[in-house]
C-alpha cells in the first residue's frame, strides 16, 4: 500500500488503464502539476488535466498568538518553541517586532511508521507561534507601546497568555508585585478595548455600506451586540453570540483562549499551587510550565530530559504539552500517510469527512474523491505491515460519508 502523503501517490486507473502516481511538494505550498494541451488530453486518473497547471491546497494549520505583560517570560518561552535566540531581557518592550516561528507538533507515531515503510523523513503538523510586544495597563490609552501590536496576532486561531507564576528578586514586574490574577484581569481588559476600538472603526463603515445597500443589515446588528457586550466587560469567546458576519475583524477576545502559567520548580511539584491557578481560568485551559526548564531540555537527549521532566514531577514538557492543547483547543487532529519517501501528519478539523480530509492533500482529491484505504494506526502497527493488516481484515475502503479519526493511516483514492 503506497499512502497517500508519500512523494508519489497512487490513484485508481481510469477504465482499461494503469495507474498513475502523482508528485507532489507538501502542503507548505500549491501543487504543480504538468499543463497538458487540449491534444494531449487529460489524464482522469492522476488528476491532470487540461486546466492551468497551479493549483491551491487546502491548509489546515494552527497559529497561536502569545501574550502578556512585560517580563513573564513569553521571549524565553518562545526561544525554547522555536529553538530561536530571540531577544529575552530583564527589562519592558525588549519585544518591539513580531517574533514568529513554525514548531513541528511532537508525534512520535511517524518514526513508527518511518520504521515500517522505510521512510526516508518524517514530516509532522506544524502550529506557529507568534509573539509581541508585552502590554501594560493603559495600553489602549497609549502607555507603553500602545496595543499596535495587537494586529500581529488577529489573523492567530488562538491566544496563549502567558501568565507569571514565579517569584524572582532579579526580574522585574512591570506592576511591582507578582499577582497572576492581577495580570490575567490587565491583559484581558486591554484585549477587551482592543476589540471596541475595532467596532467603533467598523460601525460607521457598516452603516454606510448598509446605506448603499451593499451590506447585510445584520452584520451591523451583530457589530452592535458584540460592542455591547465588550462594554458590559464580556469577553467575546464566552458569549453565545454568532460572529461569523464579522469575523473579518479578527476581534481577540472572540479567539480561544490557553493561558500559560510560567512557573517555578515549586509550583510544578505542588499541586495545589497549580489547581489554585488553574482556577484562575477555569473552563479556559491551563498550561504549567517553567520557560527556563524548557530552554535547557531542548539541548538535552530524550533520555536525560525525561529525567529532568521526573525531577519536577512532568512526564510531559510544557511546549509538548501547549502545541497539544492548542489542537485539542481548536477541534483539530491527524490523520497520517507513509511510503518510501516520508511519513507525514496532515492536520484536519475534527468532524471532517474523507473529503474533505483528502483537500488537504490536494484540492483534486477532494473533487475527484472515489474512496480510501484506511487502517487504524494500532491495526497497523500490530500487523507489522499493510499485507499483513490486509490478511487480518484490518484494511478498510471507506466512502465520501465516513469521519476521520486521529490517527488514521491513508491512501486516497480519486478520479478527475
Not at 463603515?205 to 452584520?219: A, H, T
Amino acid at each position: 500500500m503506497s499512502v497517500a502523503a508519500a512523494t508519489d501517490i497512487r490513484a485508481l486507473p481510469a477504465r482499461g488503464g494503469d495507474p498513475k502516481r502523482v508528485p507532489y511538494p507538501g502542503a507548505q505550498q500549491d501543487l504543480d502539476l504538468p499543463a497538458r494541451s487540449s491534444a494531449q488530453g487529460g489524464c482522469r486518473t492522476c488528476g491532470i488535466g487540461i486546466a492551468p497547471s497551479r493549483l491551491p491546497l487546502t491548509h489546515v494549520a494552527l497559529t497561536i498568538g502569545i501574550v502578556g505583560l512585560p517580563n513573564v517570560g513569553k521571549s524565553t518561552l518562545f526561544n525554547a518553541l522555536t529553538k530561536n535566540q530571540v531577544l529575552a531581557a530583564n527589562y519592558p518592550f525588549a519585544t518591539i517586532e513580531p517574533n514568529i516561528g513554525v514548531v513541528n507538533l511532537p508525534d512520535p507515531r511517524l518514526d513508527t511508521l518511518a520504521g515500517i515503510f522505510g521512510s526516508e523523513r518524517v514530516l509532522p503538523a506544524t502550529v506557529s507561534f507568534v509573539d509581541i510586544a508585552g502590554i501594560v495597563r493603559g495600553a489602549s490609552e497609549g502607555e507603553g507601546l500602545g496595543n499596535k501590536f495587537l494586529a500581529n496576532i488577529r489573523e492567530a486561531d488562538a491566544i496563549a497568555q502567558v501568565v507569571r507564576g514565579f517569584s524572582d528578586a532579579d526580574v522585574v514586574h512591570v506592576d511591582g508585585a507578582v499577582d497572576p490574577r492581577a495580570d490575567i484581569e490587565t491583559i484581558n481588559t486591554e484585549l477587551i478595548l482592543a476589540d471596541l476600538e475595532t467596532l467603533e472603526r467598523a460601525i460607521p463603515r457598516f452603516e454606510k455600506e448598509i446605506k448603499g445597500k451593499k451590506l447585510d443589515p445584520s452584520v451591523l446588528a451583530v457589530t452592535q451586540e458584540a460592542r455591547d457586550l465588550l462594554q458590559k466587560g464580556t469577553a467575546l469567546s464566552a458569549a453565545s453570540l454568532d460572529l461569523t458576519p464579522i469575523k473579518e475583524l479578527g476581534l481577540l477576545t472572540a479567539k480561544p483562549f490557553i493561558y500559560v502559567f510560567n512557573v517555578d520548580e515549586a509550583v510544578l511539584l505542588d499541586a495545589s499551587r497549580r489547581a489554585a491557578l488553574a482556577a484562575l481560568v477555569a473552563p479556559a485551559e491551563a498550561v504549567f510550565l517553567d520557560a527556563k526548564l524548557e530552554s535547557e531540555l531542548i539541548d538535552l537527549d530524550a533520555a536525560d530530559a525525561a529525567e529532568l521532566l521526573a525531577s519536577t514531577g512532568q512526564t510531559e514538557s510544557g511546549l509538548d504539552q501547549l502545541a497539544r492543547v492548542g489542537f485539542a483547543t481548536l477541534g483539530l487532529q491527524t490523520y497520517l500517510t507513509a511510503g518510501p519517501k516520508e511519513s507525514r501528519a496532515w492536520t484536519i478539523h475534527s468532524g471532517w469527512k474523507a473529503p474533505q480530509a483528502a483537500g488537504v492533500i490536494h484540492t483534486d482529491f477532494e473533487r475527484g474523491f472515489i474512496k480510501a484505504e484506511v487502517i487504524s494506526f494500532s491495526d497497523l502497527v500490530d500487523a507489522g505491515s499493510v499485507s499483513e493488516a490486509r490478511t487480518r481484515g484490518r484494511v478498510r475502503i471507506e466512502g465520501k460519508d465516513y469521519v476521520m479519526q486521529d490517527g488514521d493511516v491513508v491512501e486516497w483514492r480519486f478520479n478527475v
